[in-house]
């Protein structure tokens, strides 16, 4: 069935794949990071989901986003957003924190397998 | 603070120390000379600091995916440049016209004035966080004790990748003393392969690539936050759970230049314009 598809119509199936791909919902969460301590300290996302994350850095510093178990890293400068991408992740605890202060900026992502976390 | 810095050493310095021996180990002395090292190191820092000096615009660019894309860019540049030098290092007779054999130098110090670009960026905005906090007269005591730590980080930061490097120097030149340089070139592909699979991480954070699942987890042996997790990192790109994404690039980057290495090597031995001293090596 597949091979009798013209070059046009697979270029629309494709494209409307990554239409798809593009607006499917996608669950957005917020992060705060005021005086070097991030807020919530734990978040919960949904497993098995990908979603954004926007951190919010209101400090007068940059802080760098770092997490080794996310394998994500991404500089917020002072009073800007920052918008990464986490998952789809199993149920699990993913530990977070500021690179550049470690000891006060630290937090947890939190993933359930129930989907309708918030 | 005291161990952040020096973390920061190993995730963003230590691969630099590590490229520049498999350059001095791989590449003849007369080819990339010390010259040619020190420009490349100078360049490396100039664009470093540039894109310091950019980043919180070049941040916003593209919907706020600009330093991830930079960043790729980069390290694309990275990756081509060190095939080429793979390329032409083993096989000089090849693309002659093209690529004569005194650019290799040059497109080797391209590939490390980009890791230098990458790596050194991240570790200059640490830098200025760092001074910006000193200069804050808010608590004097508290600043103190945060620039003594950072010092003494630096310091052992400093020593760690000196002392590895001069010791890794050694074990790559010994290997290639041994007629091991297979074993040497090996390592660089791999150690190629897993700088250029950062790619996958920048672009499933910003949402270009889709991440995938873990395939495998090896946190119960190795922790990516531990020191052998850091140094594994540097040496070969280790992650302790790496999506299918990310082993698809890894294995493509590492098998890619090997595939090229011995196809090229095969059309000219079958053209006969390999140099006889050149067939024993094989």
Request: aromatic share 14%.
């Amino acid at each position: 069935m597949f091979k009798k598809l013209s070059p046009q119509a697979w270029t629309i199936l494709f494209t409307a794949f990554l239409t798809f791909q593009t607006f499917a919902e996608t669950q957005v969460f917020y992060l705060t990071l005021e005086d070097h301590v991030f807020t919530p300290s734990s978040l919960e996302i949904p497993a098995n989901k990908k979603v954004k994350v926007i951190i919010h850095n209101k400090d007068k510093v940059p802080e760098e986003f770092d997490s080794f178990e996310l394998n994500r890293e991404k500089v917020i400068f002072p009073g800007k957003k920052a918008v990464i991408y986490v998952g789809p992740l199993p149920a699990g605890e993913y530990k977070y924190f500021g690179e550049y202060h470690p000891n006060s900026a630290r937090g947890r992502i939190i993933v359930k397998g129930d989907a309708n976390v918030n | 603070m005291l161990i952040n810095t020096v973390v920061l050493f190993l995730r963003d310095l230590l691969p630099l120390f590590i490229f520049i021996c498999y350059l001095k180990a791989t590449l003849e002395s007369q080819v990339f000379t010390l010259k040619y090292q020190l420009i490349s190191v100078v360049f490396g820092i100039l664009v470093a600091a540039l894109l310091f000096i950019i980043a919180e615009p070049l941040s916003e660019f593209f919907e706020g995916r600009g330093s991830e894309l930079t960043k790729v860019l980069l390290l694309i540049i990275f990756y081509l440049s060190m095939l080429v030098v793979s390329i032409k290092s083993e096989l000089p007779s090849l693309f002659k016209k093209l690529v004569p054999s005194t650019l290799v130098a040059k497109i080797a110090a391209v590939s490390f004035v980009s890791l230098i670009a990458v790596n050194g960026s991240s570790f200059l905005i640490f830098l200025d966080v760092y001074l910006q906090l000193n200069m804050s007269p808010l608590d004097a005591s508290i600043a103190d004790n945060q620039a003594l730590n950072v010092v003494i980080g630096f310091v052992v930061g400093l020593g760690i990748c000196v002392s590895f490097s001069v010791l890794f120097l050694f074990i790559l030149r010994e290997l290639k003393q041994l007629n091991k340089l297979w074993l040497v070139k090996t390592g660089l592909f791999l150690f190629i392969a897993g700088q250029f699979s950062y790619i996958v991480s920048q672009l499933t954070q910003i949402d270009m690539l889709s991440a995938g699942y873990p395939v495998v987890n090896f946190s119960q042996y190795i922790q990516d936050s531990s020191e052998y997790g850091h140094i594994l990192h540097a040496l070969i790109g280790f992650e302790t759970s790496p999506s299918f994404n990310f082993l698809l690039v890894y294995f493509i980057s590492f098998l890619l230049p090997i595939l090229l290495l011995n196809t090229l090597r095969f059309r000219l031995q079958s053209q006969n314009k390999i140099a006889p001293q050149y067939k024993e090596d094989l």
